[in-house]
């Protein structure tokens, strides 16, 4: 049975951290593309980071450059988003995705949000 699970989120204040994980089973880990989508309420599911291989090539939407890191252990079936410097528009369900070639995996998501 393919899991995905998150866990990390809660509630921050604007300018702190927050370390996301998922934690997955059931599926070749290592073989597939992993991603972090964010969905505010009211707004369309958007891709915030992805990465292939663990040193490999790391993608960020523009909004998170800089402060999101993804990494990856496929020792552990683990992928993680370290958020720094949170903001209010941050705020969203935080989704891991898995991704190889037709195949495609959902976490039921994870709450972050950030405000004062």
């Known amino acids: 049975q393919v899991q995905l699970v998150e866990s990390g989120g809660g509630l921050v204040q604007p300018g702190g951290s927050l370390n996301l994980s998922c934690a997955a089973s059931?599926?070749?880990?290592?073989?597939?593309?992993m991603r972090w989508y964010r969905q505010a309420p009211g707004k369309e599911r958007e891709l915030v980071a992805d990465?292939?291989?663990?040193?490999?090539?790391?993608n960020y939407a523009g909004s998170a450059k800089g402060r999101f890191t993804i990494s990856r252990d496929n020792a552990k079936n683990m992928l993680y988003l370290q958020m720094n410097n949170l903001k209010p528009e941050d705020t969203a369900v935080y989704y891991c995705?898995?991704?190889?070639?037709?195949?495609?995996?959902w976490g039921q998501g994870t709450q972050v949000t950030v405000s004062s």
């Open positions: 995705n898995a991704i190889y070639g037709s195949l495609r995996y």
């Open positions: 059931g599926f070749t880990f290592s073989r597939f593309t």
């Open positions: 990465m292939l291989l663990p040193g490999g090539r790391r």
